[in-house]
DNA sequence: ATTAGTGCAAATATTTTGCACGGAT
DNA sequence: ATCCGTGCAAAATATTTGCACTAAT
């Protein structure tokens, strides 16, 4: 927008997440601030699946170096869902968060022993679905598929290692 | 459970859900409350998909006969969930309830402009849940699908009339 | 200089929980 | 007579918001 390259040009492909926010925020006249300078790197530098919980457990702690308070990480990261560069969804009562920008359409599978969450990419699902709103004469703006269920690992009897095994 | 019927019969479809939850209740040492035989009742009587601020409202009031406590309902719903006569999802935070005990398979279309949902019914959509999960060694105990947009009557310019609007 | 952004704490909203009493078994 | 279930209020969770101050433009 600000340099104006050729329209019809997916000009995504070739900005960073940083580049891309920067762009967001300029065209709707927002500011540019350390704070989304350092969480927009935080975001991108790390996780796949989050939520504002686990970021605010990672970031800087009150009066450390780069602080951020957790109403401005609540507010950014709706930002960046609005900018396009996360998308989120809920997830046994809370908000989940994982990076959309230039990663591909994926939906997910949720191991309920684990708590571990294994992507997914299904055309068809896509495909049904549109064919299932135009049915119903829904404009579709989105989904969210869920497949619950127990993991691999899970299955094997007493699982091994795992990450967030505190819950 | 109690009678012992033959095995292989699906005994659920002749169950009412009154019928059904008593079995539930039975065969866990769980008692037959008034609370819980009344909310069953209203929860059956009525509603397609509620939560339970919803509920709640529908319910007598403190002080009014059949009254129950908002910990109760929370607790009982929890309970029809666990019995299988209603299924839970999140829906823009809050847990929304539907009947599931003898009610066919299906997913939801929302319109995020009336906030309504609608339901399809797809086994293409099971299949292909079935064939994911199978390939990534998951053991699929249910999903969740829900496709977003807006529906036929908010794309026509102004809505109409439409229940829950004081939003 | 203007005014959006931030940190803080308080407010919300939703659901859960501890506890003492009452009721179902 | 047990002890589960309920109502109540307080707690817990997760997120939002009002406000005064700070900083980006």
Redesign the pocket.
Known sequence: MSTSPESLQPLDVSLSPQERFEEY?QTR????????KFLIDAVFDEHEHF???ELIDRLPR?GEKN??????V???L?EFVDAGLLKSFQLD???VYELDYGYPQHDHLYCTKCKQLFEFQSDLLVEMRDKVASEMGFRVTGHRMIIQGICRECTKGRRKKRKQDLV
């Open positions: 925020l006249g927002l500011r540019q601030t350390s704070q989304r939520d504002a919980d009150r602080y951020v308070s957790s109403a401005t609540y507010r950014t709706r009562g809370r908000t």
